[in-house]
């Protein structure tokens, strides 16, 4: 990264950009044992207990959206950022940075949806830190978030897919897209046939099903920022397998595939916020997709995918019509500010 080059919008993409950025400043800077394993949440061993440690700040445009706000989205990405290391999701806290001028009705609003999702998920929100700046400093309002979970030993191997092995089934719990579309029409006032609400949910049940035996989940990732695109790049970087994925067996919705070709989008790198890919054992991936389909966030779970030994390194896509084509990491940023 040239040092004369200025932090651009792509930087935030959660893609190849701000892959560079975190590698090539936070990384060498920050760089420790508990760090380098860059996952969503960094898992900390205490005399007693093991915990994952995570955080993460949303400055979504707008605020409130089909099927959610800003703070529910704020307590949903950490509790997943949590659940989908394995750890059993427990503490969290807020910090808002608020610009003056935001109607005390629609931080109320924000306030009692965080509220009630905490609830939902089974957490506390046990510390918190408020900022107001003048008008025009910050865009309305944005929340940081931090998390803590408790993470039972057998579930150690989670977050860094290092059980991963050639047979290894890849499965998605449900349609993807259905956030950054949501956030494309409130955007833009679209007037859309179906409307497509943000799929904006906790999943700390999901995962608690899915995990009733450990060994058969090799990896979890919530997939969000870059979407399941940069997650399948990542997970097979600079490994001795590969991944191969069938486009026909990736669930999204009608309505999602008309607006992404209407603005030249692919949905594979588009925002999720209450979606996630896993990896399982190859003797378990009926059971585990029957265990998804048993629960509300689940129900369009599919097998998209496996991992293989053919092209070590690589992520390739079979098309509906037949080709085959590499899958990359995010390069840019389709919609900023979705999360």
Same mark, same amino acid.
């Given at each position: 990264?040239?040092?004369?080059?200025?932090?651009?919008?792509?930087?935030?993409?959660?893609?190849?950009?701000?892959?560079?950025?975190?590698?090539?400043?936070?990384?060498?800077?920050?760089?420790?044992?508990?760090?380098?394993?860059?996952?969503?949440?960094?898992?900390?061993?205490?005399?007693?207990?093991?915990?994952?440690?995570?955080?993460?700040?949303?400055?979504?445009?707008?605020?409130?959206?089909?099927?959610?706000?800003?703070?529910?989205?704020?307590?949903?990405?950490?509790?997943?950022?949590?659940?989908?290391?394995? =750890?059993?999701?427990?503490? *969290? @806290?807020? #910090?808002?940075? &608020?610009?003056? /001028?935001?109607? +005390?009705?629609?931080?109320?609003?924000?306030?009692?949806?965080?509220?009630?999702?905490?609830?939902?998920?089974?957490?506390?929100?046990?510390?918190?830190?408020?900022?107001?700046?003048?008008?025009?400093?910050?865009?309305?309002?944005?929340?940081?978030?931090?998390?803590?979970?408790?993470?039972? =030993?057998?579930?150690?191997? *989670? @977050?860094? #897919?290092?059980? &991963?092995?050639? /047979?290894?089934? +890849?499965?998605?719990?449900?349609?993807?897209?259905?956030?950054?579309?949501?956030?494309?029409?409130?955007?833009?006032?679209?007037?859309?046939?179906?409307?497509?609400?943000?799929?904006?949910?906790?999943?700390?049940?999901?995962?608690?099903?899915?995990?009733?035996?450990?060994?058969?989940?090799?990896?979890?990732?919530?997939?969000?920022?870059? #979407?399941?695109?940069?997650?399948?790049?990542?997970?097979?970087?600079?490994?001795?397998?590969?991944?191969?994925?069938?486009?026909?067996?990736?669930?999204?919705?009608?309505?999602?595939?008309?607006?992404?070709?209407?603005?030249?989008?692919?949905?594979?790198?588009?925002?999720?916020?209450?979606?996630?890919?896993?990896?399982?054992?190859?003797?378990?991936?009926?059971?585990?997709?029957?265990?998804?389909?048993?629960?509300?966030?689940?129900?369009?779970?599919?097998?998209?995918?496996?991992?293989?030994?053919?092209?070590?390194?690589?992520?390739?896509?079979?098309?509906?019509?037949?080709?085959?084509?590499?899958?990359?990491?995010?390069?840019?940023?389709?919609?900023?500010?979705?999360?």
């Amino acid at each position: 990264m040239n040092r004369n080059e200025v932090i651009l919008i792509g930087h935030g993409s959660g893609g190849r950009l701000t892959r560079e950025l975190i590698d090539e400043i936070f990384v060498k800077k920050f760089d420790n044992p508990l760090l380098s394993g860059l996952h969503d949440a960094s898992i900390i061993e205490t005399d007693s207990e093991k915990i994952a440690f995570t955080t993460d700040s949303y400055v979504i445009d707008p605020i409130f959206f089909p099927g959610g706000n800003i703070g529910k989205l704020a307590i949903s990405g950490t509790v997943n950022d949590l659940c989908v290391s394995g =750890s059993i999701p427990k503490y *969290i @806290s807020c #910090g808002f940075i &608020i610009e003056e /001028g935001l109607p +005390i009705s629609d931080l109320e609003n924000i306030v009692t949806s965080m509220a009630s999702e905490a609830e939902r998920a089974g957490v506390f929100i046990v510390a918190g830190d408020t900022k107001v700046v003048k008008r025009g400093q910050c865009d309305k309002i944005f929340i940081n978030t931090s998390g803590i979970g408790i993470i039972p =030993s057998d579930r150690l191997h *989670i @977050s860094s #897919g290092k059980t &991963i092995q050639p /047979g290894d089934k +890849i499965l998605v719990s449900g349609t993807l897209g259905d956030h950054a579309i949501a956030i494309l029409a409130a955007r833009e006032n679209l007037t859309l046939d179906e409307e497509i609400q943000s799929d904006t949910a906790p999943l700390n049940k999901l995962t608690e099903a899915v995990l009733v035996h450990p060994s058969d989940l090799r990896f979890m990732r919530d997939i969000t920022r870059g #979407g399941l695109a940069t997650i399948l790049t990542e997970v097979c970087e600079n490994k001795d397998f590969g991944i191969d994925v069938d486009e026909k067996n990736i669930p999204i919705r009608q309505s999602v595939k008309s607006i992404c070709e209407l603005y030249g989008f692919d949905p594979l790198y588009l925002a999720n916020e209450g979606k996630m890919m896993l990896i399982v054992r190859q003797e378990s991936e009926n059971i585990i997709l029957q265990r998804l389909k048993t629960e509300k966030h689940g129900v369009d779970a599919t097998i998209i995918g496996e991992i293989t030994i053919s092209h070590p390194g690589k992520a390739i896509l079979k098309s509906v019509i037949g080709g085959r084509r590499i899958i990359e990491m995010l390069s840019g940023e389709m919609l900023p500010r979705i999360c």
